[in-house]
């Protein structure tokens, strides 16, 4: 099994290094792909007050790593349609920095750079194929045969 890296046509703007063009894709990655995640843990920057309050009432864990908050957030049905719904920003960006999606402890997906970069882990060659056709605007898509992990 390996991993499969899906880079999207990103821009920038002011407080963001770097999101995506087109976030289209979002409600197709939460309905197919993060049903069996049991908890996504989720870094944002200290300075990015207004996110942080927002996932406060969900979190189940909150940590300060050096500029970052880490929270960890079970993925309950509500917070499921919390994040499918509610998770782009008024510029048109995530709202979060990065989002590790785990399974039995064992991280499975991550969503990087505002969503400008996804990453899916333990998939074979076709299931990465198929990911990266939800995808309306990639600038890169590469598989990798191993995890290396």
């Known amino acids: 099994m390996g991993n499969v890296v899906v880079t999207t046509e990103a821009m920038s703007v002011e407080g963001k290094s770097s999101f995506p063009i087109d976030t289209s894709f979002w409600e197709d ?3 197919q792909y993060t049903n069996e995640f ?3 843990v989720i870094h944002c920057w200290l300075e ?3 996110v942080l309050e927002e996932l406060n009432s969900r979190a189940v864990s909150v940590q300060t790593e050096g500029l970052m908050k880490v929270i960890t957030i079970n993925l309950t049905d509500e917070n499921r349609l919390y994040f499918r719904n509610y998770s782009v920003d008024p510029k ?3 709202k979060w920095y990065t989002m ?8 499975q997906m991550e969503i990087g750079h ?3 970069e996804i990453i899916l882990y333990k998939v074979n060659e ?5 990911f990266v056709e939800i995808f309306p605007k990639i600038t890169d898509s590469e598989y990798h045969e191993t995890n290396g992990d």
Do not use: C, I, T
């Open 29 to 31: 990655l939460w309905d």
């Open 100 to 107: 590790f999606f785990q399974e039995d402890g064992v991280e």
């Open 38 to 40: 049991q908890e996504v």
């Open 48 to 50: 990015e007050l207004e």
């Open 92 to 94: 048109g960006g995530l």
């Open 126 to 130: 076709e299931e990465a194929e198929k």
């Open 114 to 116: 505002y969503g400008s």
